[in-house]
């Protein structure tokens, strides 16, 4: 992640705008944890803690995704819908104490044109789509209370958008995945209504995978055997070197990861599985990697490994265009440095430039101090919170 401090409202590499209303009780607590400011959360699929949840239309969604040419909806046009209605909502109730507006049509255009759409997008779309949002913060008289926050939540890397590079097991037909479990004698969740009756099932996000299996001998909710777990493991490094159990899976690996649940519990670590079947420590493999390949592997995935993990994680084989989902020119969700790499900038606009140098200061020692607390990350958009609080407090 670049970490970016702006005065200005420029746009760089966002997925989302922050406001923040920077203006405090009387008591010197803030908005949000006395209750007596409103929270307005737009456009995202998740909203917990607001008190306003602009959700996107369900249409809008629909059209947006599967439309295709007919009955599609433009990108710019779903995000312009939705910059209205945060102005409708802003001028009928004011501007809330946090205001955040997700913009989904970025993400679609780069998926389906390529990381190259992405400029183009910005200047001739978000940029005056903010300027509009901007322009209704300016006319409630709040654009000097106002810190602005813009972050993307990933970056992309340019895939072959054919079926050969796309790994899907999707129902009834591109079940590329299907033949490999079958070969192992497990039943995949490949079509509707399997579950819960199924050995295993794939979670596909583009970059990665994660693999949940079945206790062989019990339910879903116990810990599956570790020795099936390296069995799946060692299976898929097999597939990926000849494509014996499915063909599909062909040089479409970059790593797998195994974690074993049996022994340490739902909060496992993953370790690296390697081509010869030898499981070596997370920090062993990321040291043994191009230089660059991947973006603070060990700390992202550490980080990202929680009781809801899967039981194998795939890294897709980026290199040779290889990812896993529907086939698209754009992709994301790996540890690759290309679609690691997101934007997260601040901005004060009307700020004086001794407070903005010395807020701009404050907040980037406590965004090194945290990232250094935890194993020396590099930043990443949790810091968003740590840049926004340290405002707060600097602020009173």
């Not at 206790?215 to 020795?227: I, L, V, Y």
Request: hydrophobic share 40%.
């Amino acid at each position: 992640m670049k970490l970016a401090f702006r005065k200005e409202t420029a746009v760089s590499h966002p997925a989302l705008l922050f406001c923040w209303q920077m203006q405090l009780d009387d008591d010197g607590e803030t908005a949000a944890s006395t209750g007596s400011r409103q929270a307005v959360v737009c456009g995202n699929m998740y909203a917990q803690g607001a008190e306003t949840w602009l959700k996107p239309s369900i249409m809008n969604l629909g059209r947006l995704l599967k439309g295709g040419k007919v009955l599609g909806m433009p990108s710019e046009q779903f995000d312009g819908n939705l910059v209205k209605r945060l102005i409708a909502h802003i001028q009928h109730n004011g501007l809330p104490s946090i205001t955040t507006l997700y913009l989904l049509g970025l993400d679609h255009a780069s998926h389906q044109q390529g990381p190259q759409a992405q400029r183009g997008y910005l200047v001739l779309h978000v940029d005056r789509l903010l300027g509009t949002l901007w322009a209704e913060i300016e006319a409630q008289g709040k654009t000097g209370e106002t810190l602005v926050a813009l972050f993307s939540d990933h970056g992309q890397i340019e895939v072959i958008k054919d079926d050969r590079h796309s790994i899907r097991i999707g129902f009834p037909f591109d079940q590329e995945l299907t033949p490999f479990f079958t070969a192992l004698g497990l039943d995949v969740h490949d079509f509707p209504g399997e579950a819960p009756n199924c050995d295993a099932v794939m979670a596909l996000n583009g970059g990665s995978a994660s693999v949940y299996l079945h206790n062989t001998q019990g339910k879903w909710a116990d810990a599956p055997e570790f020795s099936n777990v390296l069995r799946v493991g060692r299976a898929f490094w097999q597939a990926h070197e000849t494509g014996e159990l499915a063909p599909d899976l062909r040089n479409a690996l970059a790593a797998v990861l195994v974690r074993n649940v049996e022994s340490n519990g739902w909060g496992a670590p993953f370790n690296a599985l390697l081509p010869n079947g030898e499981m070596v420590p997370l920090a062993h493999w990321a040291a043994q990697q191009e230089n660059g390949r991947f973006a603070d592997a060990t700390n992202r995935i550490n980080n990202a490994t929680g009781k809801l993990s899967g039981d194998i994680w795939l890294l897709s084989n980026y290199a040779d265009g290889y990812y896993f989902g529907k086939e698209l020119v754009g992709m994301h969700g790996g540890l690759h440095v290309e679609d690691s790499q997101a934007t997260l900038a601040f901005g004060w606009p009307k700020a004086s430039p001794k407070a903005w140098e010395e807020l701009k200061a404050e907040m980037g020692m406590a965004i090194a101090e945290r990232c250094a607390k935890e194993n020396g990350r590099l930043p990443n958009i949790t810091d968003l919170v740590t840049g926004l609080e340290t405002a707060v407090d600097w602020l009173k």
